[in-house]
């Protein structure tokens, strides 16, 4: 057995010697490598700046000819544009529009609120959704004609954010962060009936025959009666808690209806009662370049002809069958807006800050332009990145607005940027386009025509 005192000397004589050997390190020079410093995170984010995997080959960027439809003046836009009935193919707008009037919609967006619902055009009328529960009705010469507080008696104004809208025939249908679906009259306001989801309601709804349909708390779809407002069935997706804010808008046939969830998953049910057909996930993220691990449906079901196109934001885009659910293709873009499909292409804005022109039948790239990414260019500053909405095709043209303060105007067979101007406070939500004017809500609360 050794002693304690002796066990202790040759612990102190050791301690003594590490001592002396760190310091003997400590008075060493330090070498610096040559050459510029790179910050690490940038590749993740700059696509020029991002190596291929191995194996993997970034096609050039191409010139194609497209074959748009006629441009048309519609009077409307009713709806998110996943539903080709809601879908205007190639609506008429001025190759260079100019901001002709603003008018105030409520409360803009905040640290902790956002202003979720795109516009929503009908009856000479346009309707905003702020980023409380405050819904306003705008002529299309931008006076307001009324407005609506949804907040429930039981809430307090700043507990619930965000929500979406859709206009059929007289009626406004508005979901609300509270957890609640309204119905209102278009030309009063007046509220013709709500309904309680259980969950949060900042889903967009669509209409389609005699019901509304919902994704609430993003992981349940609804079926109501329009009229009423009583439910007609509901659905279930698998429960997920990591998600983004505004659920997306279900897609609709005369057949099926089309519901996205947190979880990733791409459901679709018989519209008439609810019973599920197929069930898809539009899951998984681009190896070694990807920006999260979120499975939220980020691009949200859009229906062209037999396919439904679905994406998220960690590097996944998919094409499925309508019937059966079946994948045609991935493609290994993110995608962070709905795509707009249009002459046998589909155009979207990638998570890269990208804006894609991919071939419609193989998901192959066409050409991809770089959008304004990091907010702060220095690179311990950069974290917050620019937020681009749309594209929308007008007038011959991809439209986006973004929070970076422009309103873009792009060619869309090379994607050469043709045409800018600036939108005062930045965009917060898609344009929409109806009798020859753009349509934009910026981030100060504020509608925006542009015309």
Excluded at 66 to 77: C, E, K, M
Excluded at 82 to 97: E, F, S, V, W
Excluded at 126 to 144: K, M, N, Q
Excluded at 206 to 212: H, K, M
Aim: net charge neutral.
């Amino acid at each position: 057995m050794i002693h304690p005192a002796h066990f202790g000397k040759r612990g102190w004589a050791a301690g003594l010697c590490a001592t002396v050997l760190l310091l003997s390190a400590c008075n060493e020079r330090q070498v610096y490598l040559p050459g510029p410093r790179e910050d690490i995170r940038s590749v993740l984010q700059t696509p020029e700046l991002a190596a291929p995997l191995e194996g993997e080959v970034v096609p050039e960027n191409t010139s194609r000819p497209i074959s748009l439809p006629g441009a048309t003046t519609n009077a409307s836009w009713t709806h998110a544009t996943g539903t080709p009935q809601y879908r205007i193919a190639h609506p008429a707008l001025r190759a260079t529009p100019q901001l002709v009037w603003s008018a105030d919609i409520g409360d803009g967006d905040s640290r902790r609120y956002r202003i979720t619902a795109d516009p929503v055009v009908a009856g000479g009328r346009i309707f905003t959704l702020d980023s409380g529960a405050r819904v306003t009705a705008t002529s299309l010469a931008g006076e307001t004609l009324w407005t609506r507080d949804l907040t429930p008696v039981s809430d307090r104004q700043g507990q619930g954010s965000g929500g979406g809208l859709a206009v059929e025939g007289e009626t406004l249908y508005v979901s609300v962060g509270y957890g609640v679906l309204a119905a209102l009259d278009t030309g009063t306001g007046a509220v013709r009936w709500t309904q309680e989801l259980d969950a949060s309601g900042t889903g967009t709804p669509t209409v389609f025959g005699d019901l509304v349909y919902l994704t609430a708390g993003d992981d349940t779809g609804w079926a109501v009666d329009r009229a009423s407002g009583r439910v007609e069935w509901q659905t279930a997706g698998t429960a997920s808690i990591n998600n983004v804010q505004g659920a997306p808008a279900p897609a609709l046939t005369s057949q099926f209806a089309i519901f996205a969830y947190g979880s990733g998953e791409v459901q679709a049910v018989f519209r008439r009662g609810g019973v599920p057909r197929w069930t898809a996930a539009a899951v998984g993220k681009r190896p070694g370049r990807a920006l999260s691990s979120i499975s939220d449906v980020t691009s949200p079901p859009v229906i062209s002809g037999d396919t439904v196109f679905a994406g998220n934001q960690s590097g996944r885009l998919y094409a499925l069958d309508l019937g059966s659910g079946q994948t045609r293709w991935v493609a290994r873009e993110g995608a962070i807006t709905p795509v707009w499909p249009a002459g046998g292409s589909l155009f979207v804005v990638s998570d890269l800050n990208e804006l894609l022109r991919l071939d419609a039948s193989t998901g192959s790239r066409i050409w991809g332009v770089p959008l304004p990414n990091f907010v702060k260019t220095r690179p311990l500053r950069q974290s917050e990145v620019f937020a681009h909405h749309g594209p929308v095709i007008a007038g011959g043209r991809l439209w986006l607005t973004s929070t970076d303060g422009l309103l873009r105007g792009y060619d869309p067979t090379d994607g050469t940027q043709v045409y800018s101007a600036e939108i005062p406070g930045g965009a917060t939500t898609a344009p929409v386009v109806a009798g020859g004017t753009l349509y934009v809500v910026s981030r100060k609360g504020q509608l925006l025509a542009f015309r």
